[in-house]
């Protein structure tokens, strides 16, 4: 069995479509205006964003982007900071990770072996 969708409500679909395409080149497919986008990633995994208002996940939630390598995790680490997102330097944990907070509510961790 294989997990092949999820919806996230998000406080603003516009931004987390756009962080979710930029850091993790997912592919927008369909969208209808700011209140719904369906995106896809390369295993076409479908990840729908609906709006909501003030939405707050449990501190624990988040959902995860493995990558390939301990300097792919480095590199996107780097680009956030750059870009002016709070993250801490990826620690070793369960793999090599670390966790941020996307535009939208909800907490993406990026993690390698």
Do not use: W
């Amino acid at each position: 069995m294989q997990l092949s969708h999820l919806n996230l409500t998000v406080n603003d679909v516009e931004a987390s479509q756009k962080f979710l395409e930029k850091y993790f080149h997912m592919k927008c497919v369909n969208s209808r205006g700011k209140g719904f986008a369906a995106m896809f990633d390369d295993s076409q995994f479908v990840l729908t964003l609906m709006k909501g208002n003030d939405v707050q996940y449990p501190k624990t939630f988040h959902i995860g982007f493995p990558q390939e390598s301990r300097e792919k995790v480095d590199q996107i680490n780097s680009q956030l900071k750059e870009d002016g997102y709070e993250v801490e330097p990826p620690i070793e944990a369960h793999g090599y990770t670390f966790y941020v907070k996307a535009p939208g509510g909800f907490t993406v961790e990026i993690l390698s072996e």
